[in-house]
Nanobody, 123 residues
Framework: QVQLEESGGGLVQAGGSMRLSCVAS????????MGWFRQAPGKEREFVAV????????YYGDSVEGRFAIFRGNERNTVYLQMNNLQPEDTAVYYC????????????????WGQGTQVTVSS
């Protein structure tokens, strides 16, 4: 059974930084794509970032490009999301997501989800 466990959320002031972690277990990491999505109150879940399993190429949503960075730790089952210059509009529950195969950007394409971690940015 695949498990994705996020950590690192909390409260930060606008302009600050925060790092989220996601640890995957119960899955063969070869060819397993991991990414981040977020969902703000009253809004649909949206794509944030994803990292390609073989090349480590990174892809970002337009609203976070240039401010957020996704990368793997030395343990390949861990993916991080470094968030810089956070703004109040970044406030959301952030979810780690995983899938076998190629990079995708749609919520419906992902098979595995973490429970989510709350990120709140105060103005």
């Amino acid at each position: 059974q695949v498990q994705l466990e996020e950590s690192g959320g909390g409260l930060v002031q606008a302009g600050g930084s925060m790092r989220l972690s996601c640890v995957a277990s119960g899955v063969t990491l070869e060819g397993y794509t991991m990414g981040w999505f977020r969902q703000a109150p009253g809004k649909e879940r949206e794509f944030v970032a994803v990292i390609q399993p073989y090349t480590n190429s990174e892809y970002y949503g337009d609203s976070v490009e240039g401010r957020f960075a996704i990368f793997r730790g030395n343990e390949r089952n861990t993916v991080y999301l470094q968030m810089n210059n956070l703004q109040p509009e970044d406030t959301a529950v952030y979810y780690c997501a995983g899938k076998g195969g190629a990079v995708r950007y749609s919520v419906s394409e992902y098979e595995d989800w973490g429970q989510g971690t709350q990120v709140t940015v105060s103005s």
